[in-house]
């Protein structure tokens, strides 16, 4: 494999890019009218422009980024996340137009693609599942009698869904059809399809997901835990690795399932397989996301494995050059997504200029796709930045981490920076007493603006306190003595 096009923009794509520029492998950029003057794109060997802003005339445009690699003489596509990263037809479009597409086989895209087809497909691997109907529902009355079977609350779920969209808490049996008419026409309208389903609404859930690796020689191993619970809209926010409430046992176990989730559909290349922990650290399968996930670098840091390597190393053909048993947890690693949202305003896009964009110096990971004096585009996936931390302790990490946060500046837009502050200083997620209704449970947007005043209170204090200290020091005795001014 000597050339790679990225079929992706800002921040993954650099860091596709920087793996395979290590790897001796050149890069080819692909961008919109939006992008033209990204980072991404100077940094790559060649770059190839697809169209106009919009998603589905330029990142999404499958002729368009296939010609782009055969025109260009690349060997392989990487999808990163987001766009065609998930789509079976376009791995199988790479396929045809006899390109190496780095991710795994249409087959496994398509089954883990519908949450109800991968329920099936791992229901004979001893996977627990949370207690439902594995199969498509329209009808009310049948919704009510699963609902009857298994207890309110339930959750009404988009089979094609995610990121929250088509998902629905139902409390009682009267609200029942409303809610079920709702996620219908809320996935009919984001995914084109309107099948839901109902599972059991596990009330304070961790959301644990385990790092798989895969090849094309029947091997298969995981790289542990993240621990996603931090969400906002069913989205997250913060990750960190290892969780801190799982014991090497249930670790053991989670890990082992996974493995077999991706034994059920001949995976091959680096998959997540996600999990809800319940209150009694009772596991149960959520999904599988085939592709890189947003918060690998955690993995990264804690195994010392750059999955973007094994990546290219797994579809060039090579077996994985280590075992199970030689993968060991170094330390702990934290995230935060640094979204341009404004958390004061329910965590609503905060579209704009980088007026100022200085990324921490103190030693912090820093995956990004910007540089100042950019516009953040309105096309796209709002964020800016990942910023990632790694210490010998879960403390030593959260202390580098509000370090890197405090020295972080943007300015010119509202960013999650802020709400990151809140979280790591909160003393739910520092004992790691939280679930995924950390936000709804602890967080005000009021407490942000009262942080920012204390920490006002606190650097005028201190700033008083060296100006008496320096005061004292620095007095130059008063005196028009022709002599004292001889002497000195």
């Known amino acids: 494999m000597k050339k790679i096009l990225v079929a992706n923009r800002g921040e993954?794509?650099?860091?596709?890019?920087?793996?395979?520029?290590?790897?001796?492998?050149?890069?080819?950029?692909?961008?919109?009218?939006?992008?033209?003057?990204?980072?991404?794109?100077?940094?790559?060997?060649?770059?190839?422009?697809?169209?106009?802003?919009?998603?589905?005339?330029?990142?999404?445009?499958?002729?368009?980024?296939?010609?782009?690699?055969?025109?260009?003489?690349?060997?392989?596509?990487?999808?990163?996340?987001?766009?065609?990263?998930?789509n079976a037809e376009f791995a199988r479009r790479v396929a045809a137009a006899e390109l190496i597409f780095i991710g795994p086989r249409p087959h496994a895209i398509e089954v883990m693609g519908n949450k109800l087809a991968a329920k099936d497909t791992v229901s004979a691997y001893d996977i627990p599942m949370v207690p439902g109907l594995d199969e498509a529902v329209d009808d009310p009355e049948r919704a009510r009698a699963v609902a009857r079977e298994i207890g309110f609350p339930i959750l009404i779920k988009a089979a094609a869904g995610g990121g929250g969209k088509g998902m629905r808490v139902v409390e009682s049996a009267d609200e029942l059809e409303d809610q079920m008419n709702r996620a219908?026409?809320?996935?009919?309208?984001?995914?084109?399809?309107?099948?839901?389903?109902?599972?059991?609404?596990?009330?304070?859930?961790?959301?644990?997901?385990?790092?798989?690796?895969?090849?094309?020689?029947?091997?298969?191993?995981?790289?542990f835990e993240r621990d996603c619970s931090i969400q906002r809209r069913h989205q997250k926010v913060v990750e960190e690795a290892p969780s801190a409430v799982l014991e090497p046992a249930l670790r053991r176990q989670m890990g082992e399932a996974a493995v077999r989730v991706a034994q059920s559909c001949d995976y091959v290349g680096a998959g997540t397989v996600?999990?809800?922990?319940?209150?009694?650290?009772?596991?149960?399968?959520?999904?599988?996301?085939?592709?890189?996930?947003?918060?690998h670098p955690v993995t990264e840091l804690i195994t010392g494995i750059d999955l973007v390597e094994q990546q290219i190393?797994?579809?060039?053909?090579?077996?994985?050059?280590?075992?199970?048993?030689?993968?060991?947890?170094?330390?702990?690693a934290l995230e935060l997504r640094v979204y341009a949202e404004d958390p004061t305003n329910n965590f609503l896009p905060s579209i704009g200029r980088l007026t100022t964009y200085r990324p921490p110096t103190s030693g912090a990971r820093v995956d990004d796709g910007f540089e100042e004096g950019m516009d953040i585009p309105i096309h796209y996936d709002p964020m800016i930045a990942k910023l990632i931390t790694h210490g010998a302790t879960r403390g030593e990490a959260i202390e580098k981490m509000l370090t890197a946060i405090a020295e972080f500046r943007i300015e010119g837009i509202e960013t999650t920076l802020p709400f990151g502050r809140f979280v790591f200083t909160?003393?739910?997620?520092?004992?790691?007493?939280?679930?995924?209704?950390?936000?709804?449970?602890?967080?005000?947007?009021?407490?942000?603006?009262?942080?920012?005043?204390?920490?006002?209170?606190?650097?005028?204090?201190?700033?008083?306190?060296?100006?008496?200290?320096?005061?004292?020091?620095?007095?130059?005795?008063?005196?028009?003595?022709i002599e004292w001014l001889s002497r000195h």
């Not at 692909?30 to 060649?46: I, M, W």
């Not at 219908?184 to 690796?213: C, M, T, W």
């Not at 596991?283 to 599988?288: A, C, I, N, P």
């Not at 190393?313 to 993968?327: I, T």
Request: glycine share 6%; with cysteine.
């Open 12 to 86: 993954i794509a650099l860091r596709i890019m920087r793996t395979a520029r290590r790897l001796g492998i050149t890069t080819v950029a692909v961008y919109s009218d939006a992008d033209r003057e990204s980072p991404h794109v100077r940094f790559a060997d060649e770059a190839v422009h697809l169209g106009p802003p919009p998603s589905n005339q330029s990142y999404l445009d499958m002729d368009k980024v296939i010609a782009a690699a055969r025109d260009t003489g690349s060997d392989a596509i990487h999808p990163g996340y987001g766009f065609l990263s998930e």
């Open 184 to 223: 219908i026409s809320e996935a009919r309208n984001a995914f084109g399809d309107g099948s839901v389903f109902i599972e059991k609404y596990i009330a304070s859930p961790r959301h644990i997901e385990i790092q798989v690796l895969a090849d094309t020689h029947g091997n298969c191993v995981h790289l």
């Open 274 to 295: 996600e999990f809800l922990l319940d209150a009694d650290h009772n596991f149960y399968f959520l999904e599988m996301n085939t592709r890189l996930q947003v918060e």
């Open 313 to 332: 190393r797994v579809a060039e053909g090579e077996p994985l050059a280590f075992r199970q048993e030689d993968l060991k947890i170094n330390g702990h």
């Open 426 to 481: 909160h003393e739910a997620f520092r004992s790691g007493d939280f679930d995924t209704n950390f936000v709804k449970a602890h967080f005000r947007p009021e407490a942000i603006a009262e942080a920012d005043e204390s920490a006002n209170r606190a650097a005028a204090l201190f700033a008083a306190y060296l100006y008496q200290q320096n005061s004292a020091c620095l007095t130059v005795p008063r005196s028009s003595s």
